[in-house]
């Protein structure tokens, strides 16, 4: 049996917003293992919210490079501190891993540190990420990177948060102009702020839809208002509520955050934008960095740190 610490039980309450003692008992009931007790919490209803699963765990900022219309890459780079991800020094690093990226014809990352540095092709992508280490004097990370290359129309991206968040949208059009790109602006908008999963309910996977069932089962399971219910009644709660959330991660399905009647959802929007300017516009595909999205940060303790120096010496 694993030990469950004080840490361990603080980070899943932090994760879950569950009461202490849920938290330990639903450690204990997994051994400890961190997904394992979410789950466990959810099924019984303890998890206030799941919100930080994802949290915001890491420094540094996102970046977004193109090319015309069609073409654009998103990128993250990581630094151990707020105070290095605001630096000038750090940002320009950022925004030519950006340019590099757009301009790559790599498929992983390992493929791309081992590019020739545009900047400088004496020096590979990694190369150029250990001189900037030896610079700056912190530990920093080319994350992750993705290109998109619009085949049927265009891509648009938005930055939020000076660099905390970075998004990229695909539409299929035969028409590019500037109220489409505004359009697809205001959708790119709308991934930042609402974060979905995918584009439409019909992207979503067998095992997403089973998974989020038998949650919803175990908590139906557990209300008082639902015991002695036929079957047929259960089956219908459980669909209504997966077709619920099923419109909260599907972007089309969301209502749009700028409707006026806060009623419009994506789908309409996008439907009317192409009625406006005679253009058959679809929305193909998103992509959405979130800087520091599920890396752990390392807490700093600088009072202890100095007392600990203190007393070596």
Request: negative net charge.
């Amino acid at each position: 049996m694993a030990e469950i610490t004080a840490a361990m039980v603080k980070e899943l309450r932090e994760m879950t917003g569950a009461g202490m003692m849920d938290c330990k008992k639903a450690l204990n009931e997994t051994n400890g293992n961190m997904e394992e007790a979410v789950e466990v919490l959810r099924k019984n209803g303890q998890a206030k919210a799941v919100k930080k699963e994802g949290r915001i765990a890491a420094e540094g900022i996102c970046r977004i490079a193109a090319v015309g219309d069609n073409t654009a890459a998103v990128v993250e780079v990581n630094s151990e501190t707020d105070f290095v991800a605001k630096n000038e020094q750090f940002q320009q690093f950022v925004e030519a891993v950006a340019k590099q990226a757009v301009n790559s014809t790599a498929a992983d990352m390992d493929a791309f540190m081992e590019e020739a540095w545009n900047e400088d092709a004496s020096k590979t992508v990694k190369e150029a990420l250990v001189d900037k280490i030896a610079v700056i004097g912190e530990k920093l990370s080319i994350r992750r990177f993705e290109k998109i290359v619009a085949e049927n129309g265009c891509v648009v991206s938005y930055v939020h948060g000076g660099g905390r968040i970075g998004v990229i949208v695909e539409a299929d059009t035969d028409v590019v102009n500037d109220n489409i790109k505004e359009a697809l602006t205001n959708i790119a908008m709308q991934v930042a702020a609402l974060n979905p999963k995918y584009v439409a309910t019909s992207d979503v996977s067998e095992e997403y839809k089973a998974h989020e069932k038998e949650i919803i089962a175990a908590q139906i399971a557990q209300d008082p208002k639902m015991a002695g219910k036929p079957e047929k009644v259960i089956e219908g709660a459980i669909t209504g509520r997966l077709n619920k959330e099923l419109k909260e991660v599907c972007l089309l399905e969301q209502v749009y955050v700028k409707a006026e009647d806060g009623k419009q959802t994506v789908s309409q929007y996008v439907a009317q934008v192409a009625k406006e300017n005679g253009a058959n516009l679809s929305i193909k595909k998103f992509v959405r960095f979130e800087t520091g999205e599920g890396l752990e940060k390392k807490n700093e303790d600088f009072a202890a740190e100095v007392a600990a120096q203190m007393a070596g010496n």
